[in-house]
């Protein structure tokens, strides 16, 4: 059986830009966003690739019309051979009919109301109904889709199984979080042989959303909303949390089954009323929204709410189930200092949070509740390198148009990584760029920025040299799995190979790999083994033997503002327009003229 998951919409910026003013910093704040495809043929996830690498649109929410060619042509197929068609939004009528009565039995004015009603039914008619997604796929793909073989899937389900997929195939617990699904922002339940069981009565409304709140104080201070919230996190490690959080007072209120409400949910004024009440809560105004104490201190109490109401999610559902396994997936799983702690203070033997858990999952998952992929643990370790490779002659293609600004050294595919490793034990920063494109939002070694942590500066070096981006963010480290328990103090987890947990560096080691350590004292971990990625613990193990520093800086090899490179010629344009020392392309050494 092959079945084709994708997400995205043609006119989905300007349709949410229209009806809801979702342009400038609030442009991500729509349906689509993170737009990909994914690929299953029997079962296997043979390709997958985020629309954004091929387009190099940050974030894009446009069809991806060039991820699905290049996944199709990967495998040698056409559309006409596909059996499903996945696509993870499903506004059935059932789910439509609530909608609408939710906005008829809201506190608005009727004014508003029908307001709400008018836009509403142009998102449906134009967007997100069946039909408009149909011809949608007809005006991008020239194909003529039979009906039936496009399967809508709940969001949330899709979001589900990815995580069960990516983490085996087992039954577990699960938790949903994000911004919005179709009319919820979280679901729980659990998996028993395939089958999903949810528990309604600790779903959230989308009215409550815990991430969107989140969101908001993200543009609160400063930042863009549905893509900057991982710099308030990195932020709140600047403050102490707060003893008596305002937040928990005046905004949360927590109820029974793991339920909570949000204050001005509903208000008319849009999610923008809140600035007026957080200013009243932190004393801020216009001027101390730009303060960094300020700014951190409200991050501070931001983190900690997620916390608090997510660990009450986490009880609840501890109490519903008796399985020990938890599936934690959503763009709320993003937060990997939530992660760790609500691992460690839960019953719960394991967190699976996957490569794809924020909105580039859904594709995956799409395609799996799709295919009825169920009930069969995976025989194959899930891997995230999904996405497009180059040969040698592609890459010398690429180095020949640019030798005009670049000199190169072929090396043997042996001295790859003891050639590197000898750059990197100085205070060098290197461009790798290796085998498939990483699916999801973190580079996981194929497409990196490395550095050596034992320098305290290089943090700085990166940041404002080649990142280009706040000087308060930290930088995570890649270490090799049997290592991981010697520098790192990581509980309950054995492994972390998606950078989804953080974890406190041990004492001894502080000094060690101080470029890798936030200002906490803790790493956002990845750990890679010889099986999951070769070349990376090949050059791990050399870099490791020459300098005894146990890991490496592992940053995502683009610039603030634009997708992770995927072509060797998106690699050499970064590496040409920053200061990033060295690019290892392939079994080509790269330096500038």
């Given at each position: 059986?092959?079945?084709?998951?994708?997400?995205?919409?043609?006119?989905?910026?300007?349709?949410?830009?229209?009806?809801?003013?979702?342009?400038g910093?609030?442009?991500?704040?729509?349906?689509g966003?993170?737009?990909?495809?994914?690929?299953?043929?029997?079962?296997?996830?043979?390709?997958?690739?985020?629309?954004?690498?091929?387009?190099?649109?940050?974030?894009?929410?446009?069809?991806?019309?060039?991820?699905?060619?290049?996944?199709?042509?990967?495998?040698?197929?056409?559309?006409?051979?596909?059996?499903?068609?996945?696509?993870?939004?499903?506004?059935?009528?059932?789910?439509?009919?609530?909608?609408?009565?939710?906005?008829?039995?809201?506190?608005?004015?009727?004014?508003?109301?029908?307001?709400?009603?008018?836009?509403?039914?142009?998102?449906?008619?134009?967007?997100?109904?069946?039909?408009?997604?149909?011809?949608?796929?007809?005006?991008?793909?020239?194909?003529?889709?039979?009906?039936?073989?496009?399967?809508?899937?709940?969001?949330?389900?899709?979001?589900?199984?990815?995580?069960?997929?990516?983490?085996?195939?087992?039954?577990?617990?699960?938790?949903?979080?994000?911004?919005?699904?179709?009319?919820?922002?979280?679901?729980?339940?659990?998996?028993?042989?395939?089958?999903?069981?949810?528990?309604?009565?600790?779903?959230?409304?989308?009215?409550?959303?815990?991430?969107?709140?989140?969101?908001?104080?993200?543009?609160?201070?400063?930042?863009?909303?549905?893509?900057?919230?991982?710099?308030?996190?990195?932020?709140?490690?600047?403050?102490?949390?707060?003893?008596?959080n305002?937040?928990?007072?005046?905004?949360?209120?927590?109820?029974?089954?793991?339920?909570?409400?949000?204050?001005?949910?509903?208000?008319?004024?849009?999610?923008?009323?809140?600035?007026?009440?957080?200013?009243?809560?932190?004393?801020?105004?216009?001027?101390?929204?730009?303060?960094?104490?300020?700014?951190?201190?409200?991050?501070?109490?931001?983190?900690?709410?997620?916390?608090?109401?997510?660990?009450h999610?986490?009880?609840?559902?501890?109490?519903?189930?008796?399985?020990?396994?938890?599936?934690?997936?959503?763009?709320?799983?993003?937060?990997?200092?939530?992660?760790?702690?609500?691992?460690?203070?839960?019953?719960?033997?394991?967190?699976?949070?996957?490569?794809?858990?924020?909105?580039?999952?859904?594709?995956?998952?799409?395609?799996?509740?799709a295919?009825?992929?169920?009930?069969?643990?995976?025989?194959?370790?899930?891997?995230?390198?999904?996405?497009?490779?180059?040969s040698?002659?592609?890459?010398l293609?690429?180095?020949?148009?640019?030798?005009?600004?670049?000199?190169?050294?072929?090396?043997?595919?042996?001295?790859?990584?003891?050639?590197?490793?000898?750059?990197?034990?100085?205070?060098?920063?290197?461009?790798?760029?290796?085998?498939?494109?990483?699916?999801g939002?973190?580079?996981?070694?194929?497409?990196?920025?490395?550095?050596?942590?034992?320098?305290?500066?290089?943090?700085?070096?990166?940041?404002?040299?080649?990142?280009?981006?706040?000087?308060?963010?930290?930088?995570?480290?890649?270490?090799?799995?049997?290592?991981?328990?010697?520098?790192?103090?990581?509980?309950?987890?054995?492994?972390?190979?998606?950078?989804?947990?953080?974890?406190?560096?041990?004492?001894?080691?502080?000094?060690?790999?101080?470029?890798?350590?936030?200002?906490?004292?803790?790493?956002?971990?990845?750990?890679?083994?010889?099986?999951?990625?070769?070349?990376?613990?090949?050059?791990?193990?050399?870099?490791?033997a020459?300098?005894?520093?146990?890991c490496?800086?592992?940053?995502?090899?683009?610039?603030a503002?634009?997708?992770?490179?995927?072509?060797?010629?998106?690699?050499?344009?970064?590496?040409?327009?920053?200061?990033?020392?060295?690019l290892?392309?392939?079994?080509f050494?790269?330096?500038?003229?």
């Open positions: 059986m092959i079945v084709l998951g994708y997400n995205g919409f043609t006119n989905g910026a300007d349709t949410f830009g229209r009806l809801y003013g979702a342009t910093i609030d442009r991500h704040s729509i349906l966003h993170d737009a990909a495809v994914s690929l299953f043929v029997d079962g296997e996830l043979v390709a997958a690739v985020e629309e954004e690498r091929m387009n190099r649109e940050k974030k894009t929410s446009d069809f991806p019309a060039n991820s699905l060619r290049w996944c199709l042509n990967t495998a040698d197929l056409r559309l006409d051979q596909v059996d499903a068609i996945a696509f993870p939004w499903s506004f059935s009528p059932d789910v439509t009919d609530t909608m609408i009565q939710e906005i008829g039995s809201s506190a608005l004015s009727v004014e508003q109301k029908f307001d709400r009603l008018r836009r509403f039914g142009e998102l449906y008619e134009g967007l997100v109904s069946k039909k408009a997604v149909h011809a949608d796929f007809r005006q991008r793909t020239g194909f003529e889709l039979p009906a039936d073989k496009l399967v809508p899937v709940p969001h949330h389900f899709a979001h589900l199984m990815c995580g069960y997929h990516l983490s085996g195939e087992q039954d577990a617990a699960f938790l949903v979080s994000d911004g919005r699904a179709e009319r919820l922002s979280s679901v729980m339940g659990e998996v028993r042989d395939g089958k999903i069981r949810l528990f309604e009565k600790s779903s959230i409304s989308v009215n409550h959303s815990l991430a969107l709140l989140f969101g908001e104080i993200t543009r609160y201070l400063g930042f863009m909303p549905n893509n900057d919230e991982y710099k308030v996190m990195g932020l709140a490690a600047f403050a102490p949390p707060p003893s008596d305002p937040l928990l007072r005046h905004v949360v209120d927590l109820q029974e089954d793991g339920r909570y409400t949000l204050a001005l949910a509903n208000d008319p004024s849009g999610t923008r009323g809140y600035y007026p009440l957080l200013d009243r809560l932190f004393g801020g105004d216009e001027r101390r929204r730009e303060e960094t104490e300020f700014r951190a201190t409200v991050a501070a109490a931001a983190q900690h709410m997620v916390e608090v109401v997510t660990a999610q986490v009880r609840a559902l501890e109490d519903a189930t008796d399985l020990d396994r938890l599936i934690y997936e959503g763009g709320l799983a993003l937060n990997c200092v939530n992660n760790s702690k609500l691992l460690e203070n839960s019953r719960f033997t394991d967190i699976h949070v996957s490569f794809g858990a924020s909105d580039p999952g859904v594709a995956i998952g799409a395609a799996v509740f295919g009825r992929i169920k009930g069969r643990p995976r025989r194959v370790p899930a891997t995230p390198y999904l996405g497009p490779s180059y040698d002659e592609q890459m293609g690429a180095l020949r148009d640019h030798a005009d600004q670049v000199e190169w050294t072929e090396l043997d595919e042996e001295a790859v990584a003891e050639q590197t490793a000898k750059l990197l034990s100085e205070k060098t920063v290197v461009g790798w760029f290796q085998g498939r494109t990483e699916y939002p973190r580079a996981l070694g194929n497409r990196s920025i490395l550095a050596n942590p034992g320098f305290a500066d290089i943090k700085d070096i990166i940041n404002t040299r080649v990142k280009h981006r706040e000087p308060f963010r930290p930088f995570a480290p890649v270490v090799l799995e049997s290592d991981v328990d010697r520098v790192f103090v990581t509980g309950k987890k054995s492994s972390s190979p998606y950078m989804t947990f953080v974890f406190p560096v041990r004492p001894e080691f502080r000094d060690v790999i101080p470029g890798a350590m936030h200002v906490d004292g803790t790493s956002r971990v990845q750990t890679v083994t010889a099986e999951t990625n070769p070349k990376l613990a090949e050059l791990l193990t050399a870099f490791t020459s300098t005894g520093v146990p490496l800086v592992n940053t995502s090899f683009n610039v503002g634009e997708p992770i490179v995927c072509s060797p010629t998106d690699a050499l344009r970064c590496f040409l327009h920053t200061e990033i020392d060295c290892v392309l392939g079994r050494l790269v330096v500038k003229k």
